[in-house]
Antibody
Framework: EVQLLESGGGLVKPGGSLRISCAAS????????MSWVRQAPGKGLEWVST????????FYADSVTGRFTISRDNSENTVYLQMNSLRAEDTAVYYC??????????????WGKGTTVTVSS | DIQMTQSPSTLSASVGDRVTITCRAS??????LAWYQQKPGKAPKLLIY???TLENGVPSRFSGSESGTEFTLIISSLQPDDFATYHC?????????FGQGTKVDIK
């Protein structure tokens, strides 16, 4: 069974940093791109970042470019999101998702339960 | 960026009703559109990809279609388990973008 388990969320002050993780199991992790999607309280979904499976190819939303970094450890079946210079508007549930699709177009077929990040003084 | 305009934002319906949700893209998507269902406090669940392909295990009362840049999710006969929020997502071009969501609640 494919499973994704996020961890590392919490309360952080504006301007602070946090790294969240997503441990994957049940599929050949390095064969798949992985994404982070967030949802602010009472709001819709916002794609944040994607990293391809075996390359260093990454993509970011404009709202996080230069502040967030996605990375992965294929030996540990884990994907990370390093979040720096956090702002109140980054407060959200952050979901990890497994991508599926062609070379360039991926949709998210499996999602984790999410981890909550709260940015507040 | 591709803008996704989803309507309606809220829809009140009864069990057995036919429900239609629409997403309009600001650019052509070459059918690269997905639909997700999300229940309160839960993660989204993939329903449909490539505009009209039903994900394994999703009931056949769900269907998707497209006409140009307009995409439609149809629930042919609403069931109690279907009361949820539905999101469309384009994955033709980065940055991927979602619609605002449609909450389907009980009339």
């Amino acid at each position: 069974e494919v499973q994704l388990l996020e961890s590392g969320g919490g309360l952080v002050k504006p301007g602070g940093s946090l790294r969240i993780s997503c441990a994957a199991s049940g599929f050949p992790f390095s064969d798949y791109a992985m994404s982070w999607v967030r949802q602010a309280p009472g709001k819709g979904l916002e794609w944040v970042s994607t990293m391809y499976g075996r390359s260093t190819t990454t993509f970011y939303a404009d709202s996080v470019t230069g502040r967030f970094t996605i990375s992965r450890d294929n030996s540990e079946n884990t994907v990370y999101l390093q979040m720096n210079s956090l702002r109140a508007e980054d407060t959200a549930v952050y979901y990890c998702a497994k991508d599926r699709g062609g070379a360039l177009q991926h949709y998210m077929d499996v999602w984790g339960k999410g981890t909550t990040v709260t940015v507040s003084s | 960026d591709i803008q996704m305009t989803q309507s309606p934002s809220t829809l009140s319906a009864s069990v057995g009703d036919r429900v239609t949700i629409t997403c309009r893209a600001s650019q052509t998507l070459s059918s690269f559109l997905a639909w997700y269902q999300q229940k309160p406090g839960k993660a989204p669940k993939l329903l449909i990809y490539k505009a009209s392909t039903l994900e394994n295990g999703v009931p056949s009362r769900f269907s998707g279609s497209e006409s140009g840049t307009e995409f439609t999710l149809i629930i042919s006969s609403l069931q109690p388990d279907d009361f949820a929020t539905y999101h469309c997502q384009q994955y033709n071009t980065y940055p991927y973008t979602f619609g605002q969501g449609t909450k389907v609640d009980i009339k």
